[in-house]
């Protein structure tokens, strides 16, 4: 939000340290949006202008990918936090999502992570279970992963991205997202923008349509597929006797062009889902675990026998991710006196300290595990 200058500021100086350039995307006040511009039909309260005003803020940063005719851009919520060598990350990342889109390796992409996606789901708090063949690129000992079970999320899906590594406590694996929860970061390209808008923006819509735009002309009435560039369904339609043509009376857009009634990140893991599925085109690949994470601002509170809990002293800690083993915010200090990024220490140290050499590798997958 434009007042919280705190967040800002440390905004400014992670993107610094890093050498990441940014621009601004002010937050939205859920209260001052319409209800006409609302994509669903939510209760009134706090929670509703909670969940709208995020929403908005997003569909502006994703709005703003098509304004300014960028073929791509990171979205990054104001409370994130990140490893020191993010950029080393991405360009590991980037040789799994290249070969996972089957980027042609006789010619450069226009995107260093291949060609074809629509959504780079780097930052998130839950991924689940990917559909099959499940087509893996595989980082082992990767010393900016935490141990497995020193790791937190909702769920995840590390049973079936790992079942078959023998090694597999500090493996990060880049696959196609089927779904997850929380968008702490995640990437936008431009084709995917403009899927992205109509999906979580467009209100509720009944419009009729010849069948000729929608699916051709051969008279043969296919399976929901993208129609202008929004998937559709056909509940009901007719035949035309002298064209020969079948008119579409009744088309609704799925989810952008009929309600959406969830916080953004719901509307992620949907486009992802179906994705996943063939059902819309819609390409999203992810990072488990993730790349990004939120960062926490924990408030310890001293113990006092005969005060109470409102009136003890608060202990303001310093922020950081706990899943990010050297984020930037917790060596912030460290990094502008020029010191070594210092990560988690006790077990996860002596962990890291006997890991083995890197590797990567890929695996075209199997159609049944």
Not at 94 to 111: C, F, K, N, Q, V
Not at 159 to 167: A, E, G, R, S
Not at 202 to 218: A, Q, R, Y
Not at 300 to 320: C, E, L, Q, S, V
Request: proline share 7%; hydrophobic share 35%; aromatic share 8%.
């Amino acid at each position: 939000m434009p007042g919280r200058t705190d967040k800002l500021d440390s905004l400014r100086l992670l993107t610094s340290i890093t050498n990441i350039s940014y621009k601004l995307i002010p937050g939205v006040d859920g209260k001052e949006i319409p209800h006409v511009a609302w994509p669903g039909f939510y209760k009134e309260g706090e929670r509703a202008a909670s969940i709208t005003g995020c929403w908005r803020a997003h569909m502006n940063a994703a709005a703003a990918i098509l304004d300014n005719n960028l073929s791509s851009a990171l979205i990054l919520e104001d409370d994130a936090d990140w490893d020191v060598s993010l950029k080393t990350q991405l360009t590991q990342f980037a040789l799994g999502s290249r070969y996972i889109l089957d980027a042609p390796t006789t010619s450069e992409p226009l995107s260093p992570y291949g060609d074809g996606w629509d959504m780079l789901w780097l930052g998130h708090c839950a991924q689940s279970r990917p559909t099959q063949p499940l087509s893996r690129f595989i980082i082992v000992n990767d010393t900016t992963v935490r141990p497995a079970g020193h790791r937190w999320h909702l769920w995840n899906p590390e049973p079936t991205l790992t079942y078959d590594l023998p090694h597999n406590r500090t493996t990060r694996v880049v696959y196609r997202s089927a779904g997850g929860m929380c968008s702490y970061a995640y990437a936008l390209s431009y084709a995917g923008a403009r899927r992205y808008i109509p999906e979580l923006a467009l209100p509720k819509t009944v419009v009729k349509l010849s069948h000729e735009i929608c699916f051709g002309s051969n008279g043969i009435f296919p399976t929901p597929k993208t129609c202008l560039g929004a998937p559709i369904c056909a509940s009901k339609y007719r035949r035309n006797a002298d064209s020969g043509t079948r008119v579409v009376e009744k088309l609704l857009y799925h989810l952008s062009y009929s309600h959406f009634n969830d916080p953004v990140d719901v509307g992620h893991s949907r486009l992802c889902k179906r994705g996943s599925k063939g059902e819309i085109d819609f390409s999203c690949l992810v990072p488990y675990p993730g790349l990004v994470y939120t960062a926490s601002v924990q408030n310890d509170i001293d113990y006092h026998p005969d005060k109470p809990r409102k009136d003890r002293i608060k202990k303001k800690k310093a922020p950081g991710a706990r899943n990010l083993v050297f984020g930037v915010r917790a060596n912030v200090r460290n990094m502008i006196e020029g010191k070594p990024a210092e990560g988690r220490g006790g077990e996860e140290e002596e962990i890291r300290n006997e890991m083995g050499e890197m590797g990567m590798s890929f695996d075209e997958g199997k159609e049944e595990w």
